[in-house]
């Protein structure tokens, strides 16, 4: 870590939870850790997937953002309900800049918002009929519709609605799929949970029903991809690449995906796993029942991008192998353009990283090849897996923090000085008044895409927009407003 040894992290560490009761600050510090290379498994320095301190500020989802938000929004060719009040709906609605190619309204629904709208009446009541007679209309106004998921809200596991027997009574009614998806918020510790309920209902209520058809012509060279969200255009930019090296890309999901490209995945030669967090359940489940391999990949960054395009290859024959190699030899004068340009005005450059899902670590390479250091990084609701993984990716004494306080957070960023923080919205408006170059690191800050050789041209320049914007000349960070203000009084 620049600056800082492993000693001195630690004693950060320890400062910074001085302020909390003694209990608090026992279950905390076991949140906090200095990376360590000699250690293999990371439950052996940080817990992680554990219930928030009660009254510490947290910037953790809960299950229904897991599945609705993540995984099953971004299909674009059903109809998602937000079964319970409006207001979860409406917060989940459009918000990840999911793209996809269609007429929304007509054979597309991603980013309208689809409610029962719970009332005083329905909790006393119960909401099954409603959601009957809801599932009727949207039938009714939408009829291009593939299928419907319901969404519960926390209400709905609370007074015990039989979604599952309305569901099976419209899918008799219509023949579509319609899937229950019980992740109501209050369940387990974050969205984490949702993610997992959610790839258990694809399991169980979509992912067989083609199984017993043959119309479909596969090939040798029929791969998809998994955890890919688009957002921005990422899984585009990435299947241009995969689809250059000649392999045949059948399904992605969720992002731009269908429901018919998830009824194919299981005829696909290998699975492609983009964020591991979000959907390493269904490809292991993939692999037991239809002995799929997968692998995860990262196209954030040429050297990662590299790594993963030939680690793919190996999957295949050689004519794959060979495409591969073409694939990295036509895209690098471009990319090596890039890094001319931009890596001399962020050379030596520290970045902090606070964010969920698979970015606390896969977008470190890409920092790297433009030559700046990620030195702190952790997840908001990774599991040990995760981290497992991210020990590997950061240097020797780094700092590693998982579901960070916001206290500790703003402490731990006045005290290592990074130079550029990625984290969420929640963050992003705090470190800005603070003077702190900022990317909103969740939907790239309405930018995009990150991913494969078109989206590092573009992350490349937000980086150093962002950095080297003259706006900072006219905030001053905490940890240079007494010399400041010293300056000034000399004067």
């Excluded at 989940?92 to 918002?113: D, P």
């Excluded at 299928?147 to 596991?157: A, F, L, R, W």
Aim: charged share 30%; proline share 4%; net charge negative.
């Amino acid at each position: 870590m620049s600056n800082m040894t492993r000693e001195e992290t630690q004693s950060l560490i320890e400062e910074v939870l001085e302020v909390y009761p003694e209990k608090a600050k026992k279950i905390r510090e076991a949140h906090l850790t200095v990376n360590d290379h000699t250690i293999e498994q990371s439950k052996k320095c940080i817990k992680s997937n554990r219930k928030s301190v009660p009254g510490a500020m947290t910037i953790r989802g809960c299950a229904y953002a897991g599945s609705k938000g993540v995984v099953w929004g971004p299909i674009k060719d059903m109809i998602h309900v937000s079964h319970g009040p409006v207001g979860c709906g409406q917060y989940s609605r459009a918000g990840r800049r999911n793209y996809y190619v269609g007429t929304t309204g007509i054979n597309t629904y991603g980013t309208m918002n689809f409610t029962s709208d719970f009332q005083e009446k329905d909790i006393v009541f119960g909401g099954d009929k409603k959601l009957a007679k809801l599932l009727q209309e949207v039938e009714t106004l939408f009829p291009l519709n593939k299928g419907t998921t319901i969404q519960s809200e926390c209400p709905i596991g609370l007074i015990g609605d039989d979604i599952e027997a309305v569901a099976k009574a419209q899918n008799k009614e219509t023949g579509k799929t319609i899937v229950p998806v019980r992740c109501e918020g209050f369940r387990g510790v974050s969205q984490s949970l949702g993610h997992h309920i959610a790839n258990d209902a694809v399991r169980d209520w979509a992912l067989d029903k083609r199984d017993n058809d043959d119309t479909f012509v596969t090939t040798d060279y029929d791969v998809a991809i998994l955890g890919d969200y688009n957002i921005g255009g990422d899984a585009w930019a990435s299947r241009i690449l995969l689809e250059e090296m000649g392999l045949r890309v059948v399904a992605q999901w969720s992002g731009d995906g269908s429901i018919s490209e998830m009824e194919l995945t299981p005829k696909v030669k290998l699975n492609l796993l983009h964020c591991y967090r979000s959907m390493n359940y269904i490809s292991r489940h993939m692999e037991e029942k239809y002995g799929i391999p997968w692998m995860e990949y990262n196209f954030f960054g040429p050297t990662k991008i590299e790594e993963s395009l030939r680690k793919i290859a190996e999957f295949f024959d050689d004519s794959i192998k060979e495409g591969a190699e073409r694939v990295i030899a036509k895209y690098k004068a471009e990319y090596q353009a890039v890094i001319d340009k931009y890596r001399p005005r962020l050379e030596g450059k520290k970045v902090m990283l606070y964010i969920g899902g698979l970015r606390p670590r896969h977008v470190i390479g890409a920092y790297e090849d433009l030559g700046m250091e990620v030195v702190g990084t952790g997840y908001e609701f990774g599991h040990n897996d995760d981290y497992d993984r991210t020990i590997k990716e950061v240097g020797d004494a780094t700092l590693i923090y998982d579901d960070v306080t916001g206290y500790e957070f703003e402490e731990f960023v006045k005290k290592v000085k990074p130079d550029l923080i990625g984290s969420g919205v929640k963050e992003k408006y705090i470190f800005q008044k603070m003077g702190i170059p900022f990317r909103q690191m969740h939907s790239w800050d309405y930018s995009g895409p990150y991913h494969g050789y078109d989206g590092f041209a573009i992350f490349a320049r937000d980086m150093d927009m962002t950095l080297n914007n003259p706006c900072w000349d006219n905030l001053t960070p905490p940890w240079h407003k007494d010399s400041k203000a010293e300056a000034i009084a000399a004067e």
